[in-house]
């Protein structure tokens, strides 16, 4: 038998590679640091607004949230993510508890094109999700029909101006492939535009920028009126959640975050959208369309508007 004599010195250096390595491969070496509310304070940052339909018509007590925030259960997770358990959605995608009054009212609005696979997934898993944390929501699919390169701004001012119609107070602005992991992060909104998923798998549960303000997004409705929504120029990927990011700032609207451990979202394996060659150019010059490009611009055709067992779903040609 061959015995190895180790040194000291050389201990000490084996380990100090290994720390090295670590660092190196460590997830949040070069993430963004940043602000967020505490689990503890989350109930008091939210605005407590539902429809007018809903505080008229419904009769009891409030409903309590303590537990659903305190327990911050983990959710996704089997039979969540298969099936919907006891199926008591109304039609259109609408649900609140019959129990007690919910204290908010949310519009959860989904652009989308060709996603069938991710669209069944997603609905499963957030009507399990969402009916477990005891608001009063609606799910609004808006699909672009045209061939066009796709304008995902355009489709969250459509589904905005229609929430809106029907006086949801709260709307999240949510790509379709990003599910919430923990229940704890009510789909209501606080006072200040929330970027909802800081903590996402895709970036090792890290934020890449403080300035990123997509994949799911909280703003009351009166807010999105007040930057005149998104801009309608943003064709194919990129850009246009930079440009919201910019026109809530140019108008002195700071965003918050929730504690990670009630934002961790992972994100379904999809195919990466064409990336828009002018995304550039239009963020250098936004500023200059604040006021012009958005809501009060915007031009779309209804093609049609169905309500289904799990979303209401709207058509459209941009």
């Known amino acids: 038998m061959i015995k190895l004599r180790v040194s000291t010195r050389q201990l000490y250096a084996f380990l100090g590679y290994c720390l090295l390595l670590v660092y190196l491969l460590w997830p949040g070496r070069f993430a963004s640091k940043y602000e967020y509310i505490e689990g503890e304070d989350i109930y008091d940052a939210l605005v407590r607004k539902t429809t007018k339909n809903m505080s008229l018509q ?6 309590d949230y303590s537990d ?11 039979p969540f993510t298969e099936e919907i358990i006891n199926n008591n959605v109304r039609l259109g995608g609408e649900w609140y508890p019959e129990d007690c009054l919910p204290s908010f009212s949310t519009a959860i609005i989904i652009p989308y094109r060709q996603r069938e696979r991710q669209l069944n997934q997603f609905l499963m898993y957030m009507h399990n999700y969402l009916r477990r944390q005891r608001i009063h929501y609606r799910i ?11 304008n995902r701004a355009k489709l969250f001012n459509i589904g905005a101006l229609i929430a809106m119609k029907l006086d949801y107070p709260c709307l999240v602005l ?16 606080s006072q200040q535009p929330r970027h909802m998923c800081s903590s996402l798998d895709e970036f090792r549960y890290n934020l890449p920028y403080k300035g990123l303000f997509g994949g799911v997004v909280a703003i009351q409705s009166h807010q999105f009126m007040k930057v ?17 990011y910019a026109r809530l700032e140019n108008k002195q609207i700071q965003i918050c975050r929730f504690a990670p451990e009630y934002s ?16 550039v150019a239009f963020l250098r010059n936004g500023h ?11 031009v ?6 169905k309500l289904h067992n799990l979303f209401t779903h709207v058509l459209v040609e941009t």
């Open 140 to 150: 609004f699919v808006i699909e672009q029909y045209d061939p066009k390169p796709f």
């Open 58 to 63: 419904r009769n009891g007590i409030r409903c």
């Open 300 to 305: 779309y055709k209804e093609v049609g508007l």
């Open 174 to 189: 949510h790509d379709v492939d990003l599910m919430p992991q923990n229940l704890g992060h009510l789909y209501a909104c």
């Open 228 to 244: 005149n929504g998104m801009s309608n120029m943003f064709n194919g990927w990129g850009g246009e959640d930079d440009d919201f």
């Open 264 to 279: 961790r979202y992972t994100m379904l394996k999809h195919r990466k959208e064409k990336p828009n060659k002018d995304r």
């Open 68 to 78: 659903v925030l305190e327990e911050n259960l983990y959710l996704y997770r089997l």
């Open 288 to 298: 200059l369309r604040y006021h012009t490009d958005g809501l009060n611009s915007l």
